[in-house]
């Protein structure tokens, strides 16, 4: 059964750090792209970054250009956003998603940016 | 502001047909297939249609999808109580190098 959890999410102020984490298990790791979605309180779905199987093509959205790092580690069979400079309109829940497709989703985390 | 562009609600009785629309342009749905994601409430969004018309094992044949020239739609016949959910329309966009979402259709079963 294909796993993908979450984790890493959490309150911080604004210009502050989080590195969110995506644990995956039940297929292979290494062959499979990854995207971070994320969905703000009440509104629709947001693309923020994707990553290749083997890290060579990485895209960010716009707005998180420069302040957010998508990268993996396919020997931990995990996925990370080091997110960084972080705004109130960052506040979302935070979805990990694989392959092209989106064909599996995580549970999310939530990652409030608030004084 | 979404690129994609959904209505904010629809509704239908058991048993109906119901439509969502989702509408872009020549960038993305216009040159790129479109992929419906079903999310129930208070849990993440689940894979409905991709490349347009085509359902990953699971999905009932009662949902289907089509696109035409800038817009998509997705149909959902036999409407059932448990359909009651957020539908998502998403597209790769050739200009902004992204994926561009619609801002997704709150569907109510009457």
């Known amino acids: 059964e294909v796993q993908l959890v979450e984790s890493g999410g959490g309150l911080v102020k604004p210009g502050g750090s989080l590195r969110l984490s995506c644990a995956g298990s039940g297929f292979t790791f290494s062959s499979s792209s990854f995207n971070w979605v994320r969905q703000a309180p009440g509104k629709g779905l947001e693309w923020v970054s994707s990553i290749s199987g083997s890290s060579t093509y990485v895209y960010y959205t716009d707005s998180v250009k420069g302040r957010f790092t998508i990268s993996r580690d396919n020997a931990k069979n995990s996925l990370y956003l080091q997110m960084n400079s972080l705004r109130a309109e960052d506040t979302a829940v935070y979805y990990c998603a694989r392959d092209y497709f989106y064909y599996d989703w995580g549970q999310g985390t939530l990652v409030t940016v608030s004084s | 502001q979404s690129v994609l562009t959904q209505p904010p609600s629809a509704s239908g009785t058991p048993g109906q047909r119901v439509t969502i629309a989702c509408s872009g342009s020549?960038?993305?749905?216009?040159?790129?297939?479109v992929n419906w994601y079903q999310q129930l409430p208070g849990t993440a969004p689940k894979l409905l249609i991709y490349s347009d018309d085509r359902r990953p094992s699971g999905v009932p044949d009662r949902f289907s999808g089509s696109r035409s020239g800038t817009s998509a739609s997705l149909a959902i016949s036999g409407l059932q109580s448990e359909d009651e959910a957020d539908y998502h329309c998403s597209a790769w966009d050739d200009s902004l190098k992204g994926w561009v979402f619609g801002g997704g259709t709150k569907l109510t079963v009457l």
């Open positions: 020549s960038s993305n749905i216009g040159s790129n297939t």
